[in-house]
């Protein structure tokens, strides 16, 4: 008997592990996914290593106000109004920007796997239930939500971080109740069942390995959401004072948009390339795990 | 499709007010655990903070009062549909919000209403040309508006329009103090709103024409498109009748997912342009500590947000017969 | 004139070549059937008469004359006022055909509206009619109706209303009852045979149902890997099929002597299958046919002519009948005459189609000979 559930488990495992060596190299294969990879590399580097490349605190005042990129080769990208290095500004802030985002991301799937589970697998009232609170953080504009709990703590990294998490959870937890409403019903579910398993044991070994593959698509989009937002937020100020990030150095240089509009160009850029690198690891990994055929 | 409607009406109030009292108490605790209130906010920027003022404000304010007597209170006021009164404005809230909705309202419905146009013009090209360069180009242009933040586009708009060629105004929504009229009102606040608009529908532009690309490519290869080329029609009219009829039904379904996204991006927009908006004034009741306001504007928000997806269903429904054919 | 001809037609894809070098002709009124199985060129051969092909597919050569205008020089604007008017299609799926997002009235009436340039009403008028015309109960509720209200029997008949709305010369079904039960498809069938009398309504029937083309066909082309093998007259072609695929088909022989019921004995089936014809110089068939010389290999056959209103791409079967003929009076089971005689299932005429089905036609059976083990497929046995 034991070789059977032995086996059976196997089956059930078997579904979820895919063939590694084969996945692997159609995901090099994506010319999508590579070039999304290779700029979030580029990226994650840059605040890997931020203090090597640029020690000190970017927040510094080290040299002469509004200066121009090109204009001195110690400031290859300028410096701000208060004198502050763009570049160092621009490296630091990726940090922040990543970290920001994938604890957001990191947040928002923890909490909105297990309610979607939950409200998938269990269904009757615990769905009802679960899908009326969705609903309400579904209701309120997230932002605003954003803003309401970030107001509610102090301005700081972890803050911000958990207050976007909160409001994201929801997309995702709709997303994985749907994924387990469907693989419940599966034989190979209803086998894991007849063994006597636990609702617990199922859940988490059974379906979830093979509700993954848009969950996984979903949180790359989330990362890259949580960047955004938190861009947002700093731009209103609404941001840690001792951590640079792309979005306060757009917001200070709002007020100088008529004659130093690099200030705001420049983040914006690294935003948008951040963020882009994201969505391509994001489009990427969709074709790869639900292939179509279209052009 | 009148019944339709009545019907819809009647499933969405029986289930949408659990749900908008849910928000309501919801939210209300969640202001409660902001640090200070108004009349902490008041004082500093008067500059008189001495206790007996600030007890005097709180009474006034009915700030003092335990949670749960200020939550029956507004419940109560809110069934006369009295929203309460703002300490920082001085006015009713109700008629702050009023003032302020109608601006917000126009925005996102330009915003959205220039993101479904652009969009579904820009899928259709994507998908016409599919696989060759002006899809490629297409494509990426798309990704980039995609990862890009509104309000910077909405900055960089600034920058080109605004500074550079000195076509657009950035800032408010309307010349204030010109007292124009008729057409040349009009184009005041046309020129006003382009801006704004853009900034915020940048972002759903991306959305809607990839969806739309990917539904009107899902569609080409369905049998009735030879059906309807057997008969001899006109391509142009195909893809327009037969073709994007049946590929707007996903986008419809995005679309109402979005008016809550759409809301808080009005946030950071309006405080950039200087938009007198709902979502300016969330920001601005949200430093202010100004609880009233901040309540009815979720609240309000909130609504929008119901309302609009009611809409967004009967638009569904209209679009495709075969909803609701059980 | 023909009403259709089509001449030397070849249609490429990437990766392979679809349709080779096909000719055939349809005369005005009458029912050809283009048979064959999965893949065999049929269904692109139909699209290219309207021009209908994917993006991707090339007409490689050829030409189709439609009433002698060749179709493949005509401009848009002329394919497009041609088609629904003078040449119509039917589908395979009547619920992927229909667009589920207009009622049938819009459908129907578009195409009337298109062509014949009718007033609303009079167009919504028309449409009832059509719809009556094809059995619809209760046209004129029905016509707005949406495509998931009606049964696929009556889906079908809406694909038919339209098609015939113009009155067109030429309507191509392209397997019009595969989706459907049996007794809807025959009562699908009757209704185009029906309106193809009232109508004067040539029909290219494409199908790899042989019992479908039996009872309701003139004439029938067999083809083989995007070639035709074989053409005949409907009668002549059941009573006796020539080209080796096409007796692997009805499982026919020519036996003189034989009276053996197919059930006595086990099936056989045609080996191989029909990927063996890729990358085949000659023959597409001779991987797999019994008759198979060295010259066969060499170049395709051509179609040449057996007797009137017959052709065979096969020189073997050709030389071995014609030699036949001269020694012997053809085999004397009726081939030809209207009535089935006795003995043999090969010229039992079928008055119905589940006759024909239960007389075990579906593809490569082959009743061997009596009280023998069933031996390996020979092409249907000596002529």
């Known amino acids: 008997m034991s070789v059977e559930a032995g086996k059976l488990a196997d089956f059930g495992n078997r579904a979820a592990q895919p063939r590694k060596g084969r996945r692997l190299r159609a995901f090099l294969r994506n010319p999508t996914f590579v070039a999304g990879v290779i700029i979030l590399s580029f990226f994650v580097l840059l605040a890997l290593f931020a203090d090597l490349l640029f020690p000190g605190d970017p927040l510094d005042m080290v040299g002469p106000p509004v200066l121009w990129p090109g204009e001195s080769v110690e400031f290859p990208l300028g410096t701000d109004s208060l004198g502050r290095d763009v570049l160092a500004g621009l490296v630091h802030g990726a940090r922040a920007s990543l970290l920001v985002g994938l604890s957001a991301a990191a947040i928002g799937l923890a909490i909105g796997m297990v309610v979607g589970a939950a409200a998938g697998f269990f269904g009757g009232w615990v769905d009802t239930l679960l899908m009326r609170v969705v609903e309400l953080f579904q209701t309120t504009p997230t932002f605003l939500l954003v803003v309401v709990i970030v107001a509610i703590g102090e301005p700081t990294m972890q803050t911000i971080a958990l207050a976007i998490g909160i409001a994201s959870w929801p997309t995702v937890a709709r997303l994985v109740r749907a994924q387990f409403r469907s693989l419940r019903e599966a034989d190979f579910v209803m086998a894991a069942r007849s063994l006597g398993y636990s609702n617990l044991r199922i859940i988490a070994q059974e379906i979830l390995p093979n509700a993954l593959p848009p969950v996984i698509v979903a949180a790359s989009v989330m990362i890259a959401n949580a960047i955004l937002t938190e861009a947002g937020l700093s731009f209103l100020n609404m941001r840690d004072a001792n951590v640079v990030s792309w979005g306060g150095m757009i917001g200070n240089g709002r007020d100088l948009l008529r004659t130093a509009w690099f200030l705001t160009a420049l983040p914006g850029v690294a935003i948008a390339a951040a963020v882009l690198s994201l969505n391509l690891v994001g489009d990427g990994l969709n074709e790869i795990l639900n292939p179509r055929s279209d052009p | 499709m009148g019944r339709r409607i009545l019907t819809t009406l009647r499933r969405t109030a029986i289930h949408a007010g659990p749900t908008v009292l849910g928000i309501i108490v919801l939210d209300f605790l969640l202001l409660q655990l902001m640090p200070g209130d108004a009349a902490d906010v008041i004082a500093s920027e008067s500059g008189v903070a001495t206790a007996e003022t600030m007890a005097a404000l709180r009474e006034r304010f009915g700030l003092d009062q335990p949670v749960l007597t200020q939550l029956m209170n507004f419940l109560g006021h809110l069934v006369q549909f009295d929203l309460g009164f703002s300490p920082r404005y001085n006015m009713s809230v109700l008629d702050m919000i009023m003032t302020r909705l109608p601006s917000t309202v126009l925005l996102m419905a330009t915003a959205l209403s220039l993101a479904l146009l652009l969009g579904i013009v820009i899928g259709s090209v994507m998908a016409a040309w599919a696989g060759r360069w002006p899809d490629r180009v297409l494509s990426v242009v798309v990704l980039l508006f995609y990862s890009m933040p509104g309000f910077w586009v909405g900055l960089m708009a600034i920058v080109l329009f605004s500074v550079k060629l000195g076509w657009l105004p950035s800032d408010g929504s309307m010349t204030i103090g010109a007292n124009l009229t008729g057409f040349a009102f009009l184009s005041d606040r046309l020129e006003h709103l382009i801006l704004p608009a853009l900034a915020l529908a940048s972002f759903f532009v991306a959305v809607y024409a990839r969806l739309v690309r990917a539904s009107m490519l899902e569609v080409q290869r369905q049998d009735f498109m030879r059906t309807a080329q057997a008969k001899g029609l006109h391509p142009f009219f195909i893809q327009l009748r037969h073709a994007l009829r049946n590929a707007l039904i996903p986008v419809t379904t995005v679309a109402g997912m979005h008016l809550g996204n759409l809301l808080g991006g009005a946030v950071v927009v309006e405080t950039l342009f200087g938009w007198p908006g709902m979502g300016r004034l969330a920001l601005e009741a949200v430093l202010a500590r100004d609880f009233s306001v901040l309540l009815g504007v979720l609240l309000l928000s909130s609504l929008l947000v119901i309302i609009a997806n009611v809409v967004i269903d009967l638009l569904h429904a209209w679009l495709d017969p075969r909803i609701g054919a059980a | ?383």
């Open chain 3, 1 to 383: 004139m023909s009403l259709l001809a089509v001449e030397n037609l070849s249609v490429a894809f990437p990766g392979h070549v679809a349709v080779r070098e096909v000719s055939f002709a349809i005369e005005p009124g009458e029912t050809l059937a283009l048979v064959g199985e999965s893949g065999c060129g049929k269904s692109v051969t139909a699209f290219s008469v309207m021009r209908l092909l994917p993006p991707n597919a090339r007409i490689v050569s050829g030409r189709i004359l439609f009433e002698g205008a060749d179709l493949l020089a005509a401009s848009a604007p002329e394919m497009r006022s041609i088609r629904g008017k003078q040449v119509s299609l039917i589908q395979q799926e009547p619920m992927t055909s229909l667009n589920p997002v207009l009622s049938i009235g819009a459908q129907i009436g578009e195409v009337i509206r298109h062509h014949d340039k009718l007033s609303h009403r009079a167009t919504r008028a028309r449409s009832i009619e059509l719809l009556d015309l094809v059995s619809i109960p209760d046209a004129h509720r029905r016509i707005d109706d949406y495509p998931h209200n009606l049964s696929g029997g009556m889906r079908q008949r809406v694909m038919i209303a339209m098609a015939v709305a113009c009155g067109p010369k030429l309507l191509i079904a392209d397997e019009p009852t595969t989706a459907l039960d049996v007794t809807t498809q025959a009562q699908v069938l009757d209704l185009l045979d029906d309106l193809r009398r009232k109508l004067s309504m040539a029909v290219l029937l494409i199908t790899h149902d042989l019992g479908v083309v039996a009872q309701w066909a003139d004439r029938i082309n067999v083809m083989y890997a995007g070639r035709i093998v074989e053409q005949a007259g409907i009668e002549p072609f059941f009573a006796r099929p020539m080209h080796p695929y096409s007796r692997g088909l009805l499982g026919a022989r020519v036996d003189v002597d034989a009276d053996e019921h197919y059930s006595a004995n086990r099936l056989s089936e045609i080996p191989g299958s029909v990927g063996s014809a890729m990358g085949e110089a000659g023959c597409p068939f001779a991987p797999r046919c019994p008759l198979v010389e060295a010259s066969c290999r060499a170049a395709p056959p051509p179609l040449l002519a057996f007797e009137a209103g017959r052709r065979v791409a096969c020189p073997v079967t050709l030389a071995a009948s014609s030699e036949l003929r001269d020694i012997l009076p053809p085999p004397s089971y009726g081939g030809g005459a209207p009535e089935g005689g006795g003995g043999g299932r090969q010229h039992k005429r079928f008055s119905n189609i589940s006759d024909l089905k239960s007389a075990g036609t579906p593809t490569g059976a082959l009743p061997p000979r009596p009280s023998r083990a069933p031996p390996p497929y020979d092409g249907g046995g000596k002529l």
